[in-house]
C-alpha cells in the first residue's frame, strides 16, 4: 500500500510541475514576446511633447510610451470621464438623449471654451454631449455633471471612483470640466486606459466626436479636434490645453478593421502635439498588425487525469 500512494504522489507532483511549467512559460511568452519571436523590436520614434502613450484599441496592448506616468493637469481631457459616466447613466436608463436639462447659474458662468448657455434655457441632454464632445463646451460638462447627480461636488466623487475602478492609479479629478484646479492630475497612460474603455464600452459614441462644427443659438464653432481632417482614420476624441501643462490630445484613428489610441501631453505648441499625434498614427500602422493567436473555444492543448473518465481533458480558450 506504501508503494502504492507513494506513487500517485509522484505522480501528482509531477502534474503539478508540468502545470506549473506551462503556466510558467505562457505567462513569460505573454509578458515578454520577443523571447519567442512573437513580437519585433520597435523603431525608433522621436517626439518632441513630454508625454505619450500608444495603445492597440482592441487589445489594449501598449505599441509605445514615453513617460506614460509623467504627471499633468488634463486640461479638457477631463471630460473624457464625464462623457463616460453621461453615456453610463443613458445605459442605466437614467435619462434619455431627447430629456431637457435647465440650465443653472454656476453653469452659465464658466469660462474657457463653452457653447454659450443661458441661465433657464431648457437643453437636450442630446445637446449638451455633443458640446463637450465637439468644442470642449465647460458650461456643457458642468450642466452634465449638475443634471445627473445634482451637484458638480458628487459628480467630480463619481468620477474619481470610475477611475480607481479603471485602475488610472495616476488620476484625481476636482471638477467635470478640466479648468485648473489645485489637485487635478492624470497621465498618459491612465488616459489610454480610459479613451480604451469609452471607446470599446461605448463605440457609439464616436459620432458625437466627429462633426466638422458644432451649432447652438445660432452660434457655430467649430471642432476642437485638428486631427479629424487629416486623413488616417481619426475619428476622435479630445484635445486639451492649459498654459502649465501645455497641449494635450486624446486621440482615436481606425483603419482596415484596425484601431488605436493614444496621447499625446506636454506638448510646447500645438503643432508639435498634433505633429506628434500624426507620427504615432502612422507608427502604429505602419509598423504592427492584429492577429487572433487562438479563437475563443479552440482546444490548444490535453491533460491526462490519472485514472480519470475521461484519461485526458481538453484545455479550451476562455475568449479570443
Known amino acids: 500500500m506504501y508503494v502504492d500512494e507513494h506513487e ?45 502613450v500608444l495603445m492597440d484599441g482592441i487589445t489594449g496592448q501598449i505599441l509605445f510610451e514615453k513617460n506614460p506616468e509623467k504627471r499633468f493637469a488634463p486640461a479638457s481631457l477631463a471630460k473624457m470621464m464625464t462623457l463616460y459616466l453621461a453615456f453610463d447613466a443613458i445605459k442605466r436608463g437614467d435619462v434619455r438623449f431627447e430629456e431637457e436639462v435647465v440650465v443653472s447659474k454656476k453653469a452659465w458662468k464658466m469660462g474657457g471654451s463653452q457653447m454659450f448657455l443661458e441661465v433657464g434655457d431648457r437643453v437636450k441632454f442630446i445637446e449638451l454631449i455633443k458640446g463637450a464632445a465637439t468644442i470642449s463646451a465647460n458650461d456643457g460638462a458642468l450642466a452634465i455633471a449638475e443634471f445627473l447627480r445634482g451637484s458638480e461636488e458628487v459628480y467630480v466623487q463619481q468620477m474619481n471612483e470610475k477611475a480607481r475602478a479603471f485602475g488610472l492609479n495616476h488620476t484625481h479629478f476636482v471638477n467635470p470640466h478640466g479648468l485648473p484646479r489645485e489637485g487635478q492630475y492624470t497621465c498618459a497612460i491612465d488616459m489610454a486606459t480610459l479613451g480604451f474603455r469609452y471607446i470599446n464600452d461605448y463605440p457609439e459614441a464616436l459620432k458625437f466626436h466627429t462633426p466638422p462644427t458644432f451649432t447652438y443659438g445660432g452660434i457655430k464653432q467649430k471642432n476642437w479636434n485638428p486631427l479629424l481632417n487629416r486623413g488616417k482614420g481619426v475619428d476622435g476624441l479630445k484635445t486639451g490645453y492649459l498654459r502649465k501643462s501645455g497641449y494635450h490630445i486624446l486621440f482615436s484613428a481606425k483603419e482596415d478593421g484596425r484601431r488605436l489610441v493614444g496621447v499625446v501631453m506636454g506638448g510646447k505648441t500645438a503643432d508639435d502635439r498634433n505633429s506628434d499625434a500624426m507620427k504615432l498614427i502612422g507608427y502604429g500602422f505602419k509598423n504592427f498588425s492584429t492577429r487572433t493567436v487562438v479563437e475563443e473555444g479552440e482546444i490548444v492543448g490535453k491533460v491526462k487525469v490519472p485514472n480519470g473518465d475521461p484519461p485526458e481533458v481538453g484545455l479550451s480558450a476562455a475568449e479570443a
Open 8 to 52: 500517485e504522489r509522484k505522480k501528482s507532483m509531477r502534474k503539478r510541475g508540468l502545470i506549473f511549467t506551462t503556466t510558467f512559460l505562457v505567462t513569460i511568452l505573454w509578458l515578454h514576446p520577443t523571447w519567442y519571436g512573437w513580437g519585433q523590436s520597435q523603431p525608433v520614434l522621436t517626439l518632441q511633447s513630454e508625454s505619450a
